[in-house]
């Protein structure tokens, strides 16, 4: 089955500064890679996905690459507010009804 | 659009007992409802696919009589903890999709406790 790494584990950036979450999946066939903002006791909220026809994608001051030969994927969120504070989890999928498996979780602390 | 609701939000039980937790899409029909378990600190472990009309799939591990899914419309999916222990504890959530969306929408989530 499909297996998803993500790091850094914990992240520390000062307001201002960019954040770069990375992520590797194992299954060639997944081509759906959403990622979730999570804050604490409340449920995954869809951020930006990406779907393996499309390198990158971004939405204002958030953006996602994708690198399917090496099956990498990232989340770059720029110029980072102290709302920004979370966990984020990536995820990759063969889309459709298919199953989406979680990566591990980044908590990202915004220092204002 | 794409709202997904859980029932109830919190739940503490005494260990033996059972729990049903509903799942429902309120302004879409979904096809596939997703259970998944949360622990602290730790990333959400899918238990089961569940499909409008069928069986649900589980994941390795999950036993399927211990978590009872039921997705009897395209609105409502139920995940019943049967005699539920205090290993049992820990934040479910499900998820929703429909007609060929990729997306999943998560519902807020139920927390266990088992004393």
């Known amino acids: 089955g499909e297996n998803v790494e993500q790091h850094p584990s914990t992240l520390s950036v000062q307001e201002g500064d960019s954040a770069v979450i990375k992520c590797t999946y194992s299954?060639?066939?997944?081509?759906?890679f959403p990622w979730y903002k999570q804050e604490l006791g409340k449920r995954p909220q869809l951020i930006i996905d990406i779907r393996s026809n499309v390198g990158e994608k971004k939405d204002q001051r958030i953006a996602v690459t994708l690198n399917k030969t090496a099956k990498h994927f990232s989340l770059h969120i720029t110029e980072t507010q102290p709302e920004d504070s979370a966990v984020y989890f990536c995820?990759?999928?063969?889309?459709?009804?298919?199953?989406?498996?979680f990566g591990t979780g980044t908590k990202l602390q915004v220092i204002p | 659009g794409a709202v997904v609701s859980q029932h109830p939000s919190w739940v503490i039980c005494k260990s033996g007992t059972s729990v049903k937790i509903e799942c429902r899409s309120l302004?879409?029909?979904?096809?596939?409802m997703f259970w998944y378990r949360q622990f602290p600190k730790q990333s959400l472990m899918l238990m089961a696919t569940?499909?409008?009309?069928?069986?649900?799939?589980?994941e390795q591990g999950v036993e399927k009589d211990k978590f009872l899914i039921n997705h009897a419309s395209l609105t409502l999916s139920t995940l019943t903890v049967t005699s539920a222990h205090p290993e049992d504890s820990s934040f479910y959530i499900c998820?929703?999709?429909?007609?060929?969306?990729?997306?999943?929408?998560f519902g807020p989530g139920t927390r266990l406790l088992v004393l």
């Open positions: 302004d879409f029909q979904a096809t596939t």
């Open positions: 569940s499909n409008e009309g069928s069986k649900a799939t589980y």
């Open positions: 998820s929703a999709t429909a007609g060929g969306w990729e997306t999943q929408y």
């Open positions: 995820a990759a999928s063969t889309g459709g009804y298919q199953k989406v498996t």
């Open positions: 299954d060639s066939a997944s081509n759906y």
